[in-house]
């Protein structure tokens, strides 16, 4: 952390006057403690030996009955000048003497609180007490006095009792007045020294430095001809000689830097010369280019700034290591641009030395190879994967396949018996069923993070009132759902079917976990959330704030030792036939794909309540454009490629009877032949991602080869991943899973045609 300095010519004087003041704090304090304890110590032996010596004697002219005499006696005593009261009480507690003549003759009632409390205390202690007050501005102190009685009485003899209250709050307030005053005179002292200071080190001191601060600003400000010229044997007049020494020699290396820049100012390659320290002295036209960054941006900072996190600590470590040792470095970087989006870079750094073997400057040359990398990315294929998902992928891939060709042949027929009440009917409970069977295959997808996902800005408060009306049928009447949905937009990105899915897998468990209950109920709560410290502890990573759904039951509960499982694929407690115990995975591995977090809490015997954060976004502004024509086709010639002859056939019906022709085949090879042969004659290819030989894929990019503008619909039964770099570098195309509801496919191919642009 930097400190700011105050300027010399201040600091001395302060720093005495700062010393001062804790100094006259010290004494002061001190000083007065002293004196008041001292002037206490006093006060109380000499009134004590007074008032013991009064009544002493009051009590032998009591003894021989001469009132007279007490208070005669008692009279000289009340004179003193602290003295506030003086009170003698007989043993039935009358007053029989009084410094306020007023209180003589009448009872102890007349007498404020503090001598009633110290007279009740003397006569059931006969001893002389002296004390002080709690705020020790009064001092008390008493003797019981004994009095004589009639010689007929039980008892010869009586005590009452003598108190004085002294009150020494004037004479400490002297006291202070007296400290106040020598404190004065020491402050006015060290005041007078801290002037005389600020005088001489202005003079002596402050001048000169400021003829040297002016000469180094200016210096700064780009006049490198700028000097102090300030001599001296003095400290000072050896750091303005260093800084005229400096200066020139800066000078002299800009010159030479500035020949160095106009050699490589046009080179295409991004240059940068940074000092020993890596601060960035120069960098070229080529520099600014890619990186967005200005020269007056980065000028005299570090390259840090492109840092862009993609490497780990130790690689920089490594990195600095090297070229610190005095070797060059080459190898590939990934940075980041001005605008936030990243480039990989092939760089080498080559350290300079001067003639005595010392770094003084780095040179680093860059080449921006992102385009390269990104298009040996799209052909490489990562071919690791867990065994689960490998079993999940290969078992998604023939089975939608499957699928796919029952939903094609299924739409048909159930086209074809319209005039069939109930053959429809069955035809409805087996298309119920397919996509009942999808759905399980989406939940394992969705667990092994290979489901193909299609977000989009989704409201969460508005989509869960909505989807709760289809949960709810699915619960029993007897069960009390109650919703508490904010009103306010929580934007998310996210997919509405895995959402749906989500809260229907959560309701679900929770309708399941209330079979015993006696008052079943189902809490579902839609809230925003920003996270506090405590949930940043627990996870570091946390967005700035999240749309939070929850969902509570107060049903049987979690056992503990399964509260860690309840994620697993196939965990259930339920019998067989009841779950498949993929749900719960589901919703875990759906959370986790759009970048959420999950928590669960619960407690057996009472309940279970899931915590669902989704990350929230800005909502987008754009409307989205709604299809102006009917989703049937014109006679296009669409291009249909799958290895699965059942597919052909049923989706060639599909189309064909939604007015499109359909060309068939059965691989990529042969969809580009056939594609080359009449390029123009088709309007839309549609491709299986996963085919013997040439994958979907390739085909498409050996298309696009022949035609750029042609639109591409990819469907696949197979984990997104084998769609090797994405749909990058693939303009107009969209990727659909198996099973593809015909509907749909319908809705894609009208939405792709008519934002095609009109051929001239």
Not at 313 to 323: K, N, R, S
Request: hydrophobic fraction near 45%; proline fraction near 3%.
């Amino acid at each position: 952390m930097k400190i700011a300095w105050m300027p010399l010519s201040w600091m001395f004087p302060l720093l005495l006057i700062g010393s001062a003041t804790i100094s006259a704090a010290i004494f002061y304090i001190y000083e007065t403690r002293q004196n008041i304890a001292f002037y206490e110590k006093h006060i109380k032996e000499d009134v004590f030996s007074d008032l013991f010596r009064a009544a002493s004697f009051s009590e032998y002219l009591l003894l021989r009955d001469d009132s007279d005499a007490v208070a005669v006696e008692l009279s000289g005593l009340a004179t003193e000048e602290a003295l506030e009261a003086l009170v003698l009480m007989t043993p039935d507690n009358q007053v029989l003497y009084s410094s306020r003549i007023a209180w003589i003759g009448e009872s102890i009632e007349v007498l404020d609180a503090g001598l009633r409390h110290e007279i009740d205390a003397g006569i059931n202690k006969m001893q002389g007490i002296v004390r002080f007050s709690e705020d020790r501005k009064e001092l008390y102190v008493r003797f019981p006095v004994r009095f004589s009685i009639a010689t007929d009485g039980i008892r010869p003899q009586q005590y009452g009792v003598l108190i004085a209250r002294y009150n020494l709050d004037l004479e400490k307030q002297a006291i202070i007045h007296d400290v106040e005053r020598r404190l004065a005179v020491f402050v006015g002292f060290y005041t007078l020294i801290a002037i005389l200071l600020w005088l001489v080190s202005y003079f002596a001191l402050t001048r000169r430095v400021q003829q040297v601060v002016a000469s180094a600003e200016a210096f700064a400000e780009g006049d490198l001809s700028s000097r102090s010229s300030l001599f001296g044997y003095d400290e000072l007049g050896r750091i303005s000689t260093a800084f005229d020494h400096m200066a020139s020699q800066i000078q002299a290396s800009m010159h030479e830097n500035a020949k160095l820049a106009g050699a490589i100012e046009h080179m295409v390659e991004c240059v940068l010369i940074t000092d020993a320290d890596g601060n960035i002295e120069y960098v070229n036209p080529a520099f600014t280019k890619v990186t967005g960054y200005s020269a007056d941006e980065v000028m005299g900072k570090n390259p840090r700034l492109l840092k862009s996190g993609e490497h780990p600590p130790e690689f920089y470590q490594a990195f600095w290591a090297h070229i610190l040792s005095g070797k060059v470095w080459r190898g590939r970087l990934i940075d980041r641009r001005k605008d936030g989006s990243l480039y990989q870079a092939s760089a080498s750094v080559v350290p300079f030395r001067d003639e005595l073997g010392k770094i003084t400057h780095f040179v680093a040359v860059q080449e921006d190879i992102t385009e390269q990398i990104e298009k040996d990315k799209k052909l490489q294929h990562n071919m690791q994967m867990e065994s689960l998902g490998t079993l999940v992928g290969g078992i998604a891939h023939e089975f939608n396949n499957m699928l796919a060709g029952i939903v094609g042949n299924l739409y048909m027929a159930k086209k074809r018996s319209e005039d069939m009440p109930e053959l429809r009917k069955s035809i409805v409970r087996i298309e119920d069923l397919s996509y009942r069977a999808a759905d399980m295959i989406k939940q394992l997808l969705a667990f092994s993070h290979q489901d193909l996902v299609e977000l989009s800005v989704l409201n969460l408060s508005a989509y869960t009132a909505e989807a709760m009306k289809l949960v709810r049928v699915s619960v029993p009447e007897s069960i009390v759902i109650e919703q508490s949905i904010c009103d306010a937009s929580l934007s998310i990105n996210a997919d509405k079917n895995q959402i749906q899915q989500v809260l229907m897998h959560l309701v679900s468990n929770a309708r399941d976990a209330l079979r015993e209950a006696s008052d079943p109920r189902v809490w579902v709560k839609v809230e925003r959330f920003e996270p506090d410290k405590a949930f940043r502890r627990e996870h570091p990573n946390a967005a700035q704030r999240y749309a939070l759904l929850s969902v509570r039951d107060n049903g049987c509960g979690i056992a503990e030792e399964d509260i860690n499982r309840i994620f697993e694929p196939f965990f259930s407690k339920q019998g067989v036939g009841e779950g498949t115990g993929l749900g719960l995975s589901m919703v875990f591995g759906a959370v986790e794909g759009h970048g959420g977090l999950t928590e669960v809490e619960s407690s057996l015997g009472k309940g279970t309540t899931f915590r669902l954060y989704f990350p929230l976004i800005e909502p987008s502004k754009e409307v989205a454009v709604r299809l102006e024509q009917q989703w049937r086709g014109n006679g296009e010639l669409l291009l249909l490629v799958d290895d699965e002859k059942v597919i052909r056939d049923s989706f060639r019906e599909v189309l064909e009877d939604s007015g499109y022709r359909v060309s068939l085949a059965h691989n990529g090879e042969a969809a580009v032949a056939c594609f080359a042969a009449e390029p123009d004659s088709f309007s839309l290819v549609i491709l299986d991602v996963v085919m013997p030989g040439l994958g979907g894929r390739e085909a498409a990019l050996k298309m696009r080869e022949i035609r750029p503008d042609i639109p591409i619909v990819f469907e696949t039964g197979y984990e997104k991943s084998c769609l090797v770099g994405g749909l990058d570098g693939i303009a107009d195309a969209v990727m659909l899973d198996k099973p593809v509801e015909p509907a749909r496919l319908q809705r894609v191919i009208a939405k792709l045609l008519q934002d095609r642009p009109e051929s001239s």
